[in-house]
């Protein structure tokens, strides 16, 4: 199965309907910052379908022309490929097996390569906790053969993510934590919920505050109020009320008063 084929397939099942709808919802419109995107108007689990179908079938060496796709959905099938072949190679018996680990280290480095086609938040969330979030939970052999040097390579990669121009990057670099998290590792989280805290941007403020809350909720409740208490004078309202949600009525209405 070539990209190409994919592709094909794909665009037969556009919906010009639909399509509308999509373009609204992910703000394509000029000054918007989904502004050029291209949809087909395929919903995600027509392309999660495609992805069943052909995903083993399909070499690495194929992904990159669906990552650089005018398409939307197309990007999306190309990066929830990069997913499922991630995790086949990440299952327990797996971790540790020398060819596993360079094959998911290919799938990661392939995934920072292309990471700014991952451009709208759908694209990343679907796909930055599966791929750079469990990865930075496993064994590599990038950056070094040593454990702490693992350590620091993988920190040097988030931070560079974070510190980037790109929007879609810098989600990447937190919301990657929801898989670190969901594990029981709350440092990256932590980290870069509190380098992000000053972003501009709505969708970074939401992001990092449901980031916070996945943590809050999988690690650490009181490891959340200790955030909040350091942090809930100079947080963006949006970011606090997604970090707070899960709270009880009373908790969340004391959080909020403080101003």
């Not at 084929?5 to 000029?30: C, G, H, S, W």
């Not at 360079?102 to 451009?119: F, H, K, P, T, V």
């Not at 805290?197 to 449901?210: E, N």
């Amino acid at each position: 199965m070539t990209a190409k084929e994919i592709i094909a397939y794909m665009e037969t099942l556009r919906n010009d309907a639909q399509r509308k709808v999509l373009m609204r919802f992910f703000k394509t419109a000029p000054g918007e910052y989904g502004y050029g995107d291209e949809f087909l108007g395929l919903k995600v689990p027509q392309t999660r379908e495609v992805v069943k179908a052909v995903a083993k079938d399909v070499s690495l060496d194929e992904i990159p022309e669906l990552l650089m796709s005018k398409w939307h959905e197309v990007r999306l099938c190309g990066l929830l490929i990069l997913v499922e072949k991630f995790e086949k190679l990440a299952t327990k018996k797996l971790v540790d097996n020398v060819e596993a680990v360079r094959g998911r280290d290919e799938i990661l480095s392939m995934y920072l390569r292309y990471a700014e086609q991952a451009n709208n938040w759908d694209l990343v969330d679907l796909s930055a906790p599966k791929i750079l979030g469990h990865w930075l939970l496993l064994p590599t052999f990038l950056g070094g053969n040593e454990a702490d040097i693992y350590h620091e390579y993988k920190l040097s990669v988030l931070d560079e993510l974070a510190a980037s121009s790109c929007l879609w990057k810098q989600r990447m670099s937190i919301v990657c934590s929801w898989k670190t998290s969901q594990m029981g590792d709350p440092s990256w989280c932590l980290r870069y919920a509190e380098f992000h805290l000053h972003h501009p941007h709505d969708l970074m403020h939401k992001a990092v505050g449901w980031m916070l809350r996945e943590m809050g909720k999988r690690v650490s409740m009181d490891l959340l109020r200790d955030f909040l208490r350091l942090h809930v004078h100079e947080m963006p309202r949006t970011m606090l009320r997604y970090a707070i949600e899960k709270m009880a009525d009373q908790e969340r209405k004391y959080w909020m008063t403080l101003e």
